[in-house]
């Protein structure tokens, strides 16, 4: 009996031994393998950015350089640690200026991407909706009515990716001229969908379709223009011009913002004249009109240029 119970806790004692090497074996797996995940992940690190990191390591080293031959009094060590200093601030510099570059390139990418899809749709909308006002009136019931509500939720999805362009650039935040223009295009967009979505395709939802169509043109060619100067000015900076400040280079440069604003003049403009013409008396041009459509989109006008007004003084001031 004693013989085998001894037989027993001998046997008991190997099994915990058995599991107890296969625990420890089980921890030691896992933390190879969640060494080798850590480095995996470094060696998947994006090489800019490890160099970011190893250049604010060596400014670091730099400043305890210095710290230290300023305590020793010694002048070839602080001259010394000055000199890696500098050379390692100025390394950090064009790091930061390339990640910067970078930022803006995939920005006016996706920006560009965005518009040439609101473009091809916008187009669509606005064939579809001269194709509905050559409807007789008489017939204006029905699928008629349809159709135009089909045209102002298509319009209204337009919108939406208009505003999620908007929220881009706000987010990005150099541009002034941009966002406003965006934020007026939505504004028409949400407009024609109203006008739509009543039944009223007539020449002024068309009219201002066709702006929505310009000012989307007029943004796709900026954003190109845009991209192809961020190309030129990094192909000369491979030519060792002196770069800027890197957090100083916005999206698009003033001029481009100003050319941005010199066309929403132009519509402006053009979309007064339009309504002009609708009154009852077209030289007069605050004139007598019971049309609430034209009364609203007169007073939206003058806010637009007043608008117009405060950014172009904020870009010509410097913000």
Do not use: C
């Not at 480095?39 to 950015?49: G, I, R």
């Not at 009543?198 to 068309?206: H, L, R, V």
Request: glycine share 6%.
């Amino acid at each position: 009996g004693e013989s085998q119970q001894g037989e027993s806790q001998q046997g008991e004692s190997q099994q915990g031994e058995s599991q107890q090497g296969e625990s420890q074996q089980g921890q030691s797996q896992q933390g190879q393998s969640q060494q080798g995940q850590s480095q995996q992940q470094q060696q998947n690190q994006d090489p800019v950015q490890q160099r970011l990191k190893a250049a604010e390591e060596r400014m670091r080293e730099a400043e305890l350089k210095l710290e230290e031959a300023k305590r020793e009094e010694s002048i070839e060590a602080m001259r010394q640690a000055e000199q890696e200093l500098a050379q390692a601030r100025k390394e950090l510099e064009e790091i930061l200026r390339q990640l910067r570059e970078e930022e803006i390139g995939r920005t006016l990418a996706q920006l560009e991407g965005r518009f040439r899809k609101m473009l091809e749709a916008e187009i669509r909308i606005y064939e579809s909706t001269k194709r509905l006002d050559r409807t007789v009136p008489e017939q204006r019931i029905g699928e008629f009515l349809i159709q135009a509500g089909k045209l102002s939720v298509q319009q209204r999805e337009v919108a939406v990716e208009a505003d999620r362009a908007l929220t881009l650039l706000l987010d990005e935040g150099s541009s002034i001229a941009f966002p406003e223009v965006v934020e007026q295009l939505r504004d028409d967009m949400l407009q024609v969908s109203n006008r739509l979505n009543s039944g009223n395709p007539g020449s002024i939802t068309q009219e201002i379709e066709e702006d929505i169509i310009d000012s989307l043109d007029y943004m796709i060619e900026a954003l190109v223009k845009a991209q192809q100067d961020l190309q030129q000015q990094q192909q000369q900076q491979q030519q060792n011009s002196p770069p800027g400040d890197p957090g100083d280079q916005p999206l698009v440069d003033q001029l481009a913002e100003l050319r941005m604003l010199r066309g929403l003049q132009e519509r402006i403009n053009r979309r007064h004249e339009r309504y002009a013409r609708l009154l009852d008396d077209p030289d007069d041009p605050i004139g007598l009109t019971d049309d609430p459509d034209i009364i609203e989109a007169l007073e939206k006008l003058g806010d637009r240029q007043q608008q117009l007004y405060d950014i172009t003084r904020e870009i010509l001031l410097g913000r």
